[in-house]
């Protein structure tokens, strides 16, 4: 057992504090030491109040203020076809994004995907994972991902790509590897949550997003504020993405209008001279 003295503990937390550390961050800190420190109970509730300082001197706030309009990546992902022509590498990365997209969940879902998790029904294909996950808690429901036959646009089919992609690396498969999205590099093997977000991160890319400021998870954030806007209902958004019917996490951090235009005021005050006259 680990030994532990207060006064060690609140100058290792104020340490990483002073650092620049999120209060998030120093959340997990003081979580690992109570998981590893037989800390008493007078000495938590100080720790506590040091936590309680911390944010209110540095509060969590959303790391976006604005979103990107899926409308052009799909647009882009649509060109993508026919699927069977691909390159694997094009295949891959029209997925892993679409996936994402579709689905609202974090990149390390998609790492979970597994053939034997895999149901086809006739007017769609069922994702699910029993595995653990960021969001895995006791009386939660696991993520289940949901991809609709989409007939009206087949470049945009999410389901078809997964049927043409699993069937286009049957060949390439490791042998006794369920995970399905795989490199697309020599040797094949599973595909990392980096790697992963690498792929969409280029992709948003070619299709014109700015990804100095947006990241690969920020389709989660894109997804679900088109969903909004679009006139889904916030608890099929929240089912969706897999937070609980109270989570305040879409209102807070999600739910993003998007970027305007970067010359939209300028113009709007030099077209104000033409509509005054």
């Not at 076809?81 to 295949?91: E, I, K």
């Not at 980096?194 to 969409?200: A, D, E, F, G, K």
């Not at 400021?213 to 006139?231: E, I, K, L, V, W």
């Not at 999600?254 to 005021?265: G, I, V």
Request: aromatic share 8%; with cysteine.
């Amino acid at each position: 057992m680990y030994t532990y003295n207060l006064q060690s503990a609140l100058e290792f937390l104020h340490f990483h504090f002073s650092s620049g550390v999120s209060y998030s961050t120093l959340n997990c800190y003081k979580s690992a030491l109570s998981l590893i420190l037989d800390i008493n109970d007078s000495d938590e509730r100080i720790l506590k109040r040091f936590l309680k300082g911390a944010f209110n001197i540095k509060p969590s706030s959303p790391r976006y203020s604005i979103t990107w309009d899926p409308r052009p990546v799909l647009e882009h992902l649509e060109t993508l076809m026919p699927l069977t022509s691909l390159t694997l590498q094009n295949l891959t990365l029209k997925l892993v994004t679409l996936l994402a997209l579709i689905s609202a969940h974090r990149i390390q879902t998609l790492t979970k995907i597994s053939l034997e998790n895999i149901v086809h029904y006739a007017d769609r294909v069922e994702i699910r994972i029993p595995q653990r996950v960021k969001t895995t808690t006791p009386g939660r429901l696991q993520p289940n991902l949901v991809l609709p036959y989409f007939k009206d646009r087949p470049g945009l089919c999410a389901a078809m790509t997964l049927k043409t992609y699993i069937n286009v690396t049957t060949t390439i498969r490791p042998e006794n590897s369920k995970q399905v999205i795989l490199t697309f590099k020599k040797p094949h093997r599973a595909a990392s949550s980096q790697t992963i977000s690498r792929w969409i991160k280029k992709t948003l890319q070619s299709s014109g997003i700015n990804t100095e400021t947006f990241s690969a998870h920020s389709t989660r954030h894109a997804s679900t504020s088109a969903a909004n806007r679009a006139g889904v209902s916030i608890d099929v958004i929240k089912k969706t993405a897999g937070w609980t019917s109270q989570s305040g996490a879409f209102a807070k951090f999600y739910n993003k209008p998007l970027a305007p235009e970067p010359c939209q005021y300028a113009q709007g005050v030099l077209n104000s001279l033409t509509t005054n006259m």
